[in-house]
């Protein structure tokens, strides 16, 4: 079975309504009319209505950074499952390591203190993916190591842990549908990509630990971006991996160019 390979745009904390619409109607004429590939751009809440709007009648989707995991209630700030669906998202990025307060670049005024308040965990992830997947959104849950992890040989363990605590309780049906993005957080905003045979290992790791707790047909089915650093330069290659099926791109999602020419790098 073929995978449909998903390259999603993670706009994070950048545009204002008037740049989203821009930024759409550039990448329009450049992804107009591709198959093979799915397009998801995931603009900040303040944007969503705008670039719903803006994507009418193409065949972009619409994705949402974040979601909580109550349908109502008194949760100041938070946002609803139904409310990014009524948005008109499709797709919700879950458990970024921004969120979890783990960051590529280290930045001196984030204080211990402050890092505390980017309070994701796998339990936190758990719940909002399974909330996401019962109000019909496609959740893209992230996972990955950080440097220290990496240089004391703990990647796989590290994120195995996360796959299996983030996915604990889902159906096959369910993990066979969603996606799930390996971002090595020090590839993350630094221009450090991994090396594409190690992204492929990983990804292929990521695969054999849903093989295992979900079985051969989750595994075969489950969609698996890379992202880190991913560019116009080196996307055909990661995206022609076995075990990747497109990418989570920040950075070069931002301007219209970059992020068409990675969309179509996931063509076959
Ligand atoms: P980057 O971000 O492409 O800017 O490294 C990727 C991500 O955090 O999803």
């Given at each position: 079975m073929k995978r449909i390979p998903i390259v999603a745009g993670n706009w994070k904390m950048h545009k204002t309504i008037a740049e989203a619409r821009a930024l759409v109607d550039g990448l329009k004429p450049g992804v107009a009319g591709l198959t093979g590939v799915e397009v998801v751009v995931c603009p900040p809440y303040t944007a969503l209505a705008a670039v719903r709007?803006?994507?009418?009648?193409?065949?972009?989707?619409?994705g949402a950074q974040d979601v909580f995991w109550k349908e109502k209630g008194a949760?100041?700030?938070?946002?609803a499952p139904s409310m990014l669906v009524d948005a008109g998202c499709r797709y919700v990025i879950i458990g970024h390591s921004e969120n979890r307060g783990r960051f590529g670049v280290p930045e001196p005024e984030m204080t211990e203190a402050l890092l505390r308040w980017f309070g994701e965990t796998d339990e936190s992830v758990n719940v909002k993916t399974k909330a996401a997947l019962a109000a019909g959104l496609i959740p893209i849950v992230c996972v990955g190591e950080t440097l220290d992890e990496r240089r004391a040989g703990k990647t796989d363990e590290v994120i195995a842990g996360q796959v299996e605590r983030g996915l604990a309780g889902l159906t096959a049906e369910q993990v066979g549908g969603m996606v799930i993005a390996y971002e090595?957080?020090?590839?993350?905003?630094?221009?450090e990509t991994c090396d594409t045979p190690e992204a492929n290992r990983v990804c292929g790791m990521i695969r054999s630990v849903v093989e295992r707790v979900f079985g051969a047909d989750a595994a075969q089915a489950v969609r698996i971006q890379y992202g880190g650093s991913v560019k116009p330069g080196n996307a055909k290659e990661l995206f022609s991996q076995e075990h990747i099926d497109g990418g989570l791109v920040g950075g070069a999602a931002l301007e219209a160019e970059s992020?068409?020419?990675?969309?179509r790098a996931a063509l076959s």
């Open positions: 709007e803006a994507i009418e009648g193409s065949a972009i989707a619409l949760y100041t700030s938070q946002v090595p957080v020090w590839a993350i905003g630094t221009g992020f068409t020419q990675i969309v």
